[in-house]
């Protein structure tokens, strides 16, 4: 079941996701976050951190398991998913850095991490939330349009727009990976709930295309309409279209 709820403004919306996180935070002894990059969730990994600050939420005994990684950054370079994991939320928080996964861009055999990434989260239990931002092209993790869904943790090749869309983030396009390594549908959708994040006019026509379109790997969130529990933050500039 989609349950979509429209905010007024992106800050509400990272509130209300950051009071979901904060529900299964508590509610479990050994919590497990599946998280994401991106500028969307960085305001709900802030509402998270005052909440660790004012001492009502510990992230000690939390586990998380990030959806990507570029191929070729390792976790030192400012672009890497890494860097931008520790530096907007871990590194504010009680958590274990032991106990974050990001997947490694940098290994000599990505087949092979792939492999034992899957059989981390497997081993972990699969995750008791996934964070979601989405691309313009309806990409979640780095899952962009194709043929097929696939189900597990893979190499992937960007496509333009993805490269386009992230050269804000680098010195020159020249300079975007053109190459990540992102968890599979496998996972994303064992996950026990999925929160789906989308701000600004940009995602308005990908959000209605998974929420409203056909269930098609060219627009790969539209798989979340068989997951039995996914919830959806919008502003209303992302829910224009619907
Ligand atoms: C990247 C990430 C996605 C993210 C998307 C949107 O390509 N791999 O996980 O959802 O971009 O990013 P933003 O939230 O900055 O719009």
């Not at 508590?26 to 709900?44: F, N, R, V």
């Not at 570029?70 to 590194?91: C, E, K, P, V, W």
């Not at 979601?132 to 869904?149: D, K, M, S, T, W």
């Amino acid at each position: 079941m989609m349950d979509v709820r429209i905010f007024k403004s992106a800050q509400e919306a990272a509130q209300a996701g950051a009071n979901l996180i904060e529900e299964v935070v508590l509610g479990k002894d050994q919590p497990i976050l599946g998280l994401a990059t991106g500028s969307t969730p960085i305001p709900m990994y802030q509402a998270l951190i005052q909440k660790y600050e004012a001492g009502t939420l510990s992230f000690k005994n939390v586990r998380t398991f990030n959806l990507d990684e570029y191929i070729g950054l390792d976790g030192a370079h400012d672009q890497s998913y890494r860097y931008f994991m520790n530096t907007q939320l871990f590194d504010h928080l009680d958590i274990d850095h032991a106990n974050t996964h990001v997947p490694s861009g940098i290994g000599a055999d990505h087949a092979a991490d792939a492999k034992a990434y899957d059989e981390a989260i497997e081993a972990a239990g699969g995750t008791d939330i996934q964070v979601l931002g989405i691309g313009n092209n309806g990409h979640i993790g780095f899952n962009e349009p194709a043929e097929v869904f696939i189900k597990g943790t893979h190499i992937v090749d960007l496509t333009d727009s993805t490269i386009d869309a992230n050269t804000r983030f680098f010195a020159s396009r020249d300079e975007v990976p053109r190459q990540a390594i992102t968890m599979g549908m496998g996972a994303i959708m064992s996950a026990r709930k999925v929160l789906l994040l989308a701000f600004g006019p940009a995602k308005a026509q990908a959000i209605r295309d998974t929420l409203c379109g056909d269930i098609d790997p060219r627009v790969p969130a539209s798989i979340l309409q068989l997951h039995p529990n996914v919830v959806v933050l919008l502003d209303e500039d992302a829910a224009s279209l619907l």
